[in-house]
């Protein structure tokens, strides 16, 4: 009697297809499990570009706004911008523009000479939103001035202390410390922060100051 065989072709890979029933089964098995995981990662995909479209929307309109803030500044209307300032920081608080609207604030504070009690704050909220060292660094010797120019020479000693030498305005926040430690009485002190300055400021005016002060 003939021995029967199997009715494969002799070039099937058996692993192959062993492989690909077992993948079928997997499939069949987790079916609703793999719809539910497609179905989130296609909603995914569209809360991804809805939010993007949406943020590019917000972020059109808060430039338009800083636009009409700077022209109202601009023309000095300076009640008017503050009112749009205030509208805008409750609605783009979450915006970049947020640090532009802010220094608006500043500029117009100092344009209507307004006491430092109200500019320090600014200046503050300012520095918390800055990214950068170097940016961060500049509000802290304005902090610092601010205390200065309110006689707080103490405090404005221990905020110009944070500008460190790698910082682009650590001669001229060094300066201001100078003036500060004289004002306390520290006479020995500022003369060593400007003969620092003397000795090491590549700028004639710093260096000219510094002498004067010696």
């Known amino acids: 009697m003939k021995k029967k065989h199997l009715p494969l072709e002799k070039d099937v890979d058996i692993e192959f297809e062993y492989k690909i029933y077992m993948f079928l089964d997997y499939l069949k098995k987790y079916s609703k499990l793999l719809i539910a995981f497609a179905v989130l990662i296609f909603l995914s995909i569209v809360a991804f570009f809805y939010y993007q479209k949406e943020k590019e929307k917000t972020y059109n309109q808060a430039s338009a706004i800083i636009y009409d803030i700077g022209e109202l500044y601009a023309q000095k209307k300076y009640d008017d911008a503050i009112k749009l300032i205030k509208?805008?920081?409750?609605?783009?608080?979450?915006?970049?523009?947020?640090?532009?609207?802010?220094?608006?604030?500043?500029?117009?504070?100092?344009?209507?000479?307004?006491?430092?009690?109200?500019?320090?704050?600014?200046?503050?909220?300012?520095?918390?939103?800055?990214?950068?060292?170097?940016?961060?660094?500049?509000?802290?010797?304005?902090?610092?001035?601010?205390?200065?120019?309110?006689?707080?020479?103490?405090?404005?000693?221990?905020?110009?202390?944070?500008?460190?030498?790698?910082?682009?305005?650590?001669?001229?926040?060094?300066?201001?410390?100078?003036?500060?430690?004289?004002?306390?009485?520290?006479?020995?002190?500022?003369?060593?922060?400007?003969?620092?300055?003397?000795?090491?400021?590549?700028?004639?005016?710093?260096?000219?100051?510094?002498?004067?002060?010696?």
């Open 87 to 214: 509208s805008f920081k409750q609605q783009f608080s979450d915006t970049p523009y947020i640090k532009i609207a802010l220094s608006y604030e500043l500029l117009i504070a100092k344009e209507k000479n307004e006491s430092t009690d109200k500019q320090k704050p600014i200046a503050k909220n300012i520095k918390q939103k800055l990214e950068t060292k170097q940016l961060k660094s500049a509000f802290t010797e304005f902090d610092g001035y601010l205390s200065y120019d309110m006689d707080k020479f103490q405090e404005a000693i221990e905020t110009l202390n944070k500008v460190k030498k790698e910082h682009f305005n650590y001669l001229s926040a060094t300066l201001l410390k100078a003036f500060a430690l004289k004002k306390i009485g520290k006479e020995k002190e500022a003369k060593s922060l400007f003969e620092e300055i003397s000795e090491t400021s590549a700028y004639q005016y710093f260096k000219l100051v510094a002498r004067e002060n010696l």
